[in-house]
Each structure stands twice: as C-alpha cells, then as structure tokens.
C-alpha cells in the first residue's frame, strides 16, 4: 500500500514525456518527473521515492528527501506566512503549511519553530502542528524507565525543558538533568528516567543507575591518580567545565563526589578536591 507522506519504492511501469509512471496501487500510477528520474532507470525498476501531494493537490513521486516525514517532528523554519496559514521549508519545492488552527502562536517568516506532521484525514494534505500537545501523548504508554531515547527540544518551563521524545511523546528535563543549557530545536540523545503515578515523563540526558554511579566515581578517581591526587574540579565549578571533563550534569558529579568522600577516598576544599592515600 502506498503511504502518502512517506518513503516507498515503487515499480517503474511506463515512461512518458513528462517523466516516469510508478506504480501506485490504489492511486493508480503516480508521476515521478523528469528532473527527479535517474538517466538508468528503466520499466520494471523499483525506486525508492517520496510521496505527497503537489500544488495541484495531484499525488506526486520525488526522489528527494524532505526533512520530515508524517508521523515525525522536526525543527523548520517558516518561509511565508499568508491568509491560509504559514509555510515552512522542508525541502521540497511545495512548502509545508501549518493551518492558523494547528499554530501554538501566530508563526513568523525566518522564525523556525518545532512541528509535528500528519496526514489530514478529509483532505489527504500533508499538514504540520505546532501544537505538539494535541498531536503527541503525554502519557508513557509504550515507554519504560532506563530506555533510550531520541530528544527533540521544543520549549522551556520553570522546572526545566520541554522534549519530544522518539516523536510520539511529549516529556520533560528537569534543569537538574540537563548538564548545560539547552537550545530550542535541538536534537540529541537521553533516556526515560522517572514515569510518575500520573503517567507524564521524566527524561534524563545521562543514564541514572547504580552502574552509571560507580563508573563516574572510578572515572574521578583515576584522573585523579593521573594528576598527583589534585583536581580543581570541585562541587561549586561551572556546569559546562565539569561537562567538558566527564560528559555529565553538575548534580551528578556532585553526587558521586558525595559517594567518594564518605568512602574517604577524597577530601574536598573551596578550591579543589585531594585524592586521600590509601594505607
């Protein structure tokens, strides 16, 4: 079954001035142009295309990629806004419209903002929504604490940042958790760390377990040991500097400095941390 809003292949069936005819199933044949037709394709080929609608509203083929596809969210920017809505680049020569109803604020031109697409079920149009919230699930159905997931930035709250995960569901990263600050249509990889009684989402950017703990931990110790039993790097330093050493947010090193210095291990002053000798 072809998917509108989708990559498909397709069998080459009939070449014709205007390009190659594919295959469509219950579309019939779909056109794919000249200017997108590989000069060796030949009928009974299978090509890997794009499918949506052009600005005719006839269903078309592309070889082109777009940047987002229907059941993704993606970070675009709008490149002009009119009486029907505002239209984003998403790569293809027709832009992606997002309906006055389905924009969280009023959209501006050279603003980019993250948007989730889908196919409208009257029109067969592909659409995108900044109302995230009415698109995705709040709600960890499908999910399970520990797993990995892919983190899409798409807003800021008093407690922290607002991601779409695995572009399904809506979470959020308690500043905590997010070892710098993080920027509005960002992509990057975390993990599911808490799902409260209510079902909604906590998302780390660092794994939290006992093993994640003791190898943090083992890290400290070892640069230390490299470094004549000094580091600097204390429990008040800058979160990006204790970033750029271990990869990790400031709460969890400071935890695992905790950890070391009730094993007495370390000793910690205002300036810096001191590996204790072993007897």
């Given at each position: 079954?072809?998917?509108?809003?989708?990559?498909n292949?397709?069998?080459?069936?009939?070449?014709?001035?205007?390009?190659?005819?594919?295959?469509?199933?219950e579309?019939?044949?779909?056109l794919?142009?000249?200017?997108?037709?590989?000069?060796?394709?030949?009928?009974?080929?299978?090509?890997?295309?794009?499918?949506?609608?052009?600005?005719?509203?006839?269903?078309?083929?592309?070889?082109?990629?777009?940047?987002?596809?229907?059941?993704?969210?993606?970070?675009?920017?709008v490149?002009?806004?009119n009486?029907?809505?505002?239209?984003?680049?998403w790569?293809l020569?027709?832009?992606l419209?997002?309906?006055?109803?389905e924009?969280?604020?009023?959209?501006?031109?050279?603003r980019s903002?993250?948007?989730?697409?889908?196919?409208?079920s009257?029109?067969n149009?592909?659409?995108?929504?900044?109302?995230?919230?009415?698109?995705l699930?709040?709600?960890?159905?499908?999910?399970?604490v520990h797993?990995?997931v892919d983190?899409?930035?798409?807003?800021r709250?008093?407690?922290?940042?607002?991601?779409?995960?695995?572009?399904?569901?809506?979470?959020l990263?308690?500043?905590?958790?997010?070892?710098?600050?993080l920027?509005?249509?960002?992509?990057?990889?975390?993990?599911i760390?808490?799902?409260r009684?209510?079902?909604?989402?906590d998302?780390?950017?660092q794994?939290?377990t006992?093993?994640?703990?003791?190898?943090?931990a083992?890290?400290?110790?070892?640069f230390?040991?490299?470094?004549?039993?000094?580091?600097?790097?204390?429990?008040?330093?800058?979160?990006?500097?204790?970033?750029?050493?271990?990869?990790?947010?400031?709460?969890?090193?400071?935890?695992?400095?905790?950890?070391?210095y009730?094993?007495?291990?370390?000793?910690i002053?205002?300036?810096?941390?001191t590996?204790?000798?072993?007897?």
């Amino acid at each position: 079954m072809v998917k509108i809003g989708q990559m498909n292949r397709l069998q080459a069936v009939k070449p014709i001035d205007a390009g190659m005819l594919l295959a469509g199933g219950e579309f019939g044949n779909i056109l794919l142009p000249r200017r997108y037709l590989p000069e060796s394709v030949k009928v009974g080929d299978e090509l890997d295309v794009f499918i949506y609608l052009d600005s005719e509203d006839c269903i078309i083929a592309t070889t082109l990629t777009p940047k987002v596809m229907v059941g993704q969210c993606a970070h675009l920017q709008v490149k002009e806004v009119n009486a029907v809505g505002a239209f984003l680049d998403w790569g293809l020569p027709k832009d992606l419209l997002v309906p006055y109803n389905e924009q969280h604020k009023p959209m501006e031109v050279g603003r980019s903002y993250v948007v989730t697409v889908f196919l409208d079920s009257y029109t067969n149009r592909i659409t995108a929504s900044s109302r995230l919230s009415h698109h995705l699930d709040e709600r960890a159905d499908g999910l399970k604490v520990h797993q990995a997931v892919d983190l899409l930035i798409c807003g800021r709250s008093d407690m922290g940042f607002k991601a779409v995960i695995n572009h399904t569901h809506l979470g959020l990263i308690f500043r905590d958790d997010a070892f710098r600050t993080l920027i509005y249509g960002e992509q990057l990889r975390g993990y599911i760390k808490n799902i409260r009684p209510d079902r909604k989402i906590d998302v780390s950017l660092q794994q939290h377990t006992e093993k994640g703990k003791d190898e943090l931990a083992e890290k400290i110790l070892q640069f230390l040991a490299a470094h004549n039993g000094v580091s600097s790097l204390t429990d008040k330093s800058e979160p990006d500097a204790i970033y750029r050493q271990y990869q990790v947010s400031k709460g969890k090193y400071k935890n695992a400095l905790s950890t070391l210095y009730k094993q007495r291990k370390i000793l910690i002053t205002a300036d810096q941390i001191t590996l204790v000798e072993q007897r």
